[in-house]
Each structure stands twice: as structure tokens, then as C-alpha cells.
């Protein structure tokens, strides 16, 4: 079965430091979703992406985050200067459809696990 | 914006009991996925599951849109469905989902 792929596994970075995380959606999905994860809390959505330009973004996605598909294959999540709030589990998620198109359902990676030092 | 609220938060169970975890949303929702949790972090899905019944093995879930609540039934369980259990929902006009907080699920040998 078709999977999301994440990578790193973790990432160990020095607050103020830029960071990308990178994922690979399912080849035929349109769909594109950043997640994150603080330890011991619920799963907050960051930002969805269609088309090649933003669909929705929470409050928490400031100008401290960007999201690219720079070739088609790769979705990345960008945070600039970093700070120890930023540590936490991000997840990358993909879906064939979604809103006005018709909802599918969303297929997660494994994860990243950012560690801001 | 919806809220979801899953009941019990937290869950002891002796190997080879049944249980149902609890999923409650405030809005209409044209999507709803289970997740399993694991130790190590990584989001299992379990059911798609906007409406209806599905089963998959000792796992069966019932999603009730009109009465705005979902249902998980974990039936022989054991020590590997230790983690925690989230339901997640899409609200209508939306593409984000909305998770929510969780039920910890501990099942003992």
C-alpha cells in the first residue's frame, strides 16, 4: 500500500536555527496537510496546500513557517529561527481529494520529531 | 470553531476485555478518521468512517453524523492495543482536521 514518507526520523537543531522537514505524499494525491504534535497533547493542524498555493492555515502557521513542493514529488515545511516551543512531532499528510472536490480520507507519515536545543 | 471530545480520557482494561471509546463533535462533519497512537509515536489509521459501520478484525467502529458522535469498539483486546486512540473530523467547508484530545488506553497481561 502506497505510503507518506517522512524525513528525518528527528531532528536535533540549536534554537534560531532554520529547519526543513521533508515528506513525500502519495503519488497520485492533490492534497497536502503539515500536523504537529507537542509531547503529551493533541494533534493540531499547521496548514493544508492544493494546487500549489496555501488552502487554509491555522494561527499557529505565522510568518515563521513557509510550506514549498519544489518538483512535484517533495512537500516540505519550513521554520525559521526556531525556538524551544517549536519542539514537537510533525506530521505530513496527504489525501486524494478534500473540501469542495470531495473528502477523502487523510493518509499520515511516520512523523518527525524536532528537537530544538 | 468545532470542538471534539473523546470520553474516557484515560482506560485500564485486563487482556481479552471489550471496550468502546467515545468520540463527540459539535458540528456537522464530512470527514472522521480513528487513529491508533503507538509507543513510538506514529498515527495508525483505523477507520474512515464519515458515516455508518465498519469492521476491521476485533475492531469495529459506528459513526452517527446526525446525532454528531462516533463510536469505537475494541473487542478481546490486547496488550499491543495499548496507546492512545484519537478521533479527527473534517467540519463542513473546511480541509483541516480538527483531532481530538484523545483516550489513553492501557491493557494489562
Known amino acids: 500500500e502506497p505510503e507518506v514518507t517522512q524525513t528525518p526520523s528527528h531532528q536535533v537543531t540549536q534554537m534560531g536555527q532554520e529547519v526543513i522537514l521533508r515528506c513525500v505524499p502519495i503519488?497520485?494525491?492533490?492534497?497536502f496537510y503539515w500536523y504537529r504534535q507537542i509531547l503529551g497533547q493533541k494533534v493540531e493542524f499547521l496548514v493544508s496546500f492544493y494546487n500549489n498555493e496555501i488552502s487554509e492555515k491555522s494561527e499557529i502557521f505565522d510568518d515563521q513557517f513557509s510550506v514549498e513542493r519544489p518538483d512535484g514529488s517533495n512537500f516540505t515545511l519550513k521554520i525559521r529561527s526556531t525556538k524551544l516551543e517549536d519542539s514537537a512531532m510533525y506530521f505530513c499528510?496527504?489525501?486524494?481529494?478534500?473540501?469542495?472536490?470531495?473528502?477523502?480520507?487523510?493518509?499520515f507519515g511516520d512523523g518527525t520529531r524536532l528537537s530544538i536545543l | 470553531g468545532i470542538q471534539v471530545e473523546q470520553s474516557p480520557p484515560d482506560l485500564i482494561l485486563q487482556e481479552g476485555a471489550n471496550s468502546t471509546l467515545r468520540c463527540n463533535f459539535s458540528d456537522s462533519v464530512n470527514n472522521l478518521q480513528w487513529f491508533h497512537q503507538n509507543p513510538w509515536g506514529q498515527l495508525i489509521n483505523l477507520f474512515y468512517i464519515p458515516s455508518g459501520t465498519k469492521q476491521n478484525g476485533r475492531l469495529s467502529a459506528t459513526t452517527v453524523a446526525t446525532e454528531r458522535y462516533s463510536l469505537l469498539y475494541i473487542s478481546s483486546s490486547q496488550t499491543t492495543d495499548s496507546g492512545v486512540y484519537f478521533c479527527?473530523?473534517?467540519?463542513?467547508?473546511?480541509?483541516?482536521?480538527?483531532f481530538g484530545t484523545g483516550t489513553r488506553l492501557k491493557v494489562l497481561a
Open positions: 499528510a496527504s489525501s486524494e481529494g478534500a473540501g469542495p472536490s470531495g473528502n477523502q480520507p487523510q493518509h
Open positions: 479527527a473530523v473534517v467540519a463542513s467547508g473546511t480541509y483541516k482536521y480538527i
Open positions: 503519488s497520485n494525491h492533490l492534497y
